[in-house]
């Protein structure tokens, strides 16, 4: 039967248990030396493990965490990742992993403060682990993996309607499906719902690099408004790629409208086109992306079902008017009236 919570703990266990800590200290500064960042992230989980045991079973308050946090301070002056905030993540990150083996092989391979991005941002446990992975495999700075949480990367990645179990390798298949997303947040451009579809193009041209980061890892730009010439007649692609782990060309297709089924005949045309006239003969099968402002999913699966190229539906989320974002007229009237009622009254 767990005791009820105290405001501190007993003088002679709380001693032990600082003694304890700072010898784990000691030995993981020893070790830090060949691995920085695994030993550092595994201490840290284990100090938090040490605070929920003796709070579950021993009844210590949260006060404690508090007088740790000063104490360790005074025992390691020059370490500055003992403070209140720190520990407090330390607890929370030893909950949210029970297994020491998660820890190692998955969230000690990347910094600590990665993983409070995850604590504060991420709350399913399966999606930690996946951001996780992405970071090994990406290597996301902190920065970059805050933006794709708050993206909602980890629902979108591989939710695209596609046809590539039929039209691709097996091997292939499941490496397009989960790059290509749905849908696509360009909160980055200026643009608003309005835009026409060379605006949307222009736009993405010239933010480039943001639109890169959007797509993922591999996505290499060859060009926009790329020419195609076709029994004596010229065809433009709007956005021309090559994904350097697919090997292979990836050809989208701006819409700024709904999704029509005979979209998927002129994608067919282009991915027909350059497999003929660019793809080597090492490069795999060519992929088209029709990327709309909206679908119906039931008719992209209709329109992309007998088709025998790889072929993809996605959408796009243009940022929302500004003047969505501004209060309206009457609005400002209100708050206005209601400041000068305040200054009335005083």
């Not at 090994?136 to 993206?151: A, D, F, H, M, P």
């Amino acid at each position: 039967m767990l005791r009820p919570p105290s405001l501190f703990p007993e003088e002679e266990n709380y001693i032990a248990f600082l003694n304890d800590l700072k010898d784990r200290i000691r030995q993981a500064q020893v070790k830090a030396a060949l691995a920085v960042n695994k030993e550092l992230v595994l201490l840290y989980w284990q100090v938090g493990q040490e605070i929920l045991q003796r709070q579950r079973e021993a009844g210590w308050g949260s006060k404690v965490i508090q007088r740790l946090a000063k104490d360790l301070k005074r025992a390691f002056p020059s370490i500055k990742g003992f403070s209140r905030t720190n520990l407090l993540y330390m607890r929370a990150f030893a909950e949210a992993y029970p297994d020491e083996q998660i820890v190692q092989q998955l969230a000690g391979q990347i910094p600590w403060f990665h993983n409070c991005v995850l604590l504060d941002k991420e709350k399913d446990p399966e999606a930690r682990r996946w951001y996780i992975q992405k970071t090994i495999e990406n290597g996301w700075s902190r920065n970059v993996l805050t933006l794709q949480i708050e993206s909602g990367l980890y629902q979108r990645q591989g939710s695209a309607v596609t046809n590539f179990d039929r039209t691709l390798p097996e091997s292939q298949s499941d490496l397009a499906q989960n790059l290509i997303k749905d849908p696509y947040k360009l909160d980055f451009l200026t643009l608003t719902n309005a835009a026409q579809e060379r605006d949307l193009e222009s736009a993405l041209v010239t933010h480039i690099r943001d639109f890169l980061l959007e797509l993922g890892i591999g996505f290499a730009f060859v060009g926009s408004q790329y020419r195609l010439e076709v029994s004596g007649n010229e065809y433009f692609i709007d956005l021309l790629f090559y994904h350097l782990r697919l090997r292979c060309y990836i050809v989208i297709d701006l819409k700024v409208t709904e999704f029509k089924p005979e979209y998927t005949g002129k994608m067919n045309f282009y991915v027909s086109a350059v497999d003929d006239l660019m793809r080597h003969p090492d490069d795999q099968p060519t992929i088209g992306i029709v990327l709309c402002k909206s679908k119906d999913r039931t008719i992209a699966e209709y329109a992309l079902r007998n088709l025998n190229t790889p072929l993809a539906v996605s959408t796009h989320q243009l940022p929302k008017q500004l003047k969505e974002n501004l209060p309206s007229v009457e609005q400002l009237e209100i708050e206005l009236n209601a400041v000068l009622a305040e200054l009335e009254s005083e």
